[in-house]
Structure formats: structure tokens, C-alpha cells
């Protein structure tokens, strides 16, 4: 079981900390990733970590803005979104599978959270 949370309302610039608790499932031997879904739009990946935090990827339009960590010892995914922009308001889920790499493609993931909703306001 995946569950996220730390969702909320941000403003334009602003910071806001997603996290993902797992449970159930060997979380140190997953690799992970963080997928959003806008309104009206297809759900799309975010940033995936390696199965020990070693490799990480991201979609260009949040590189140097969010970072995806995990600590293993504690089962939970972390996202830290900075300068937040008014196109990443969205669901955000986290996901998981069982191979040790990231993808980028939401059907190579079995496990997904409910996701948690951020607007972004001012």
C-alpha cells in the first residue's frame, strides 16, 4: 500500500513537500517514482528514484525545481517541490515496481498510491 501526503495549497514560488508511506511491499528493493495528473490531462511522470536513491530522473520541466529522495529505513518517498509554478498543480501519485530502475511509462508501475492533490494559488 502507498500512501501520499503533504499536498495542499501553495503559492506561485513557493515550496511544498509531498511524501509517500509504503507499506506491504519491499519498498528498499523498489525503484520509485512520482507521477501528476492536471484536469483534463493524461497522467504524466514527474521523477523516479533508483531502488537505493542512487539514480534519479526527472521531466525537464522540473529539473532544478524538485528533487526525489527515499529514505529505505523509514519505507517513505519524498518529493520537494521548489518555485513552484501554476502548471504543477495536479494530482500527484506515487508509484512503484519491482525492478531496480525508474521508467518513465505509468504501465510499467503495479503498486500506486491515491494520490494528493496541489493547488497552486495566490
Known amino acids: 500500500q502507498l500512501v501520499e501526503s503533504g499536498g495542499g495549497v501553495v503559492q506561485p514560488g513557493g515550496s511544498l513537500r509531498l511524501s509517500c508511506a509504503a507499506s506491504g511491499l519491499p519498498f528498499s528493493r523498489f525503484s520509485m517514482a512520482w507521477f501528476r495528473q492536471a484536469a483534463g490531462k493524461e497522467r504524466e511522470f514527474v521523477a523516479g528514484?533508483?531502488?537505493?536513491?542512487?539514480?534519479?530522473n526527472y521531466t525537464d520541466s522540473v529539473k532544478g525545481r524538485f528533487t526525489i529522495s527515499r529514505d529505505n529505513s523509514k519505507n517513505t518517498l519524498f518529493l520537494q517541490m521548489n518555485s513552484v509554478k501554476s502548471d504543477d498543480a495536479a494530482v500527484y501519485y506515487c508509484?512503484?515496481?519491482?525492478?531496480?530502475?525508474?521508467?518513465?511509462?505509468?504501465?510499467?508501475?503495479?503498486?500506486w498510491g491515491q494520490g494528493t492533490q496541489v493547488t497552486v494559488s495566490s
Open positions: 528514484s533508483s531502488w537505493l536513491g542512487g539514480t534519479t
Open positions: 508509484a512503484g515496481r519491482r525492478p531496480t530502475l525508474a521508467t518513465v511509462f505509468a504501465s510499467d508501475y503495479s503498486y
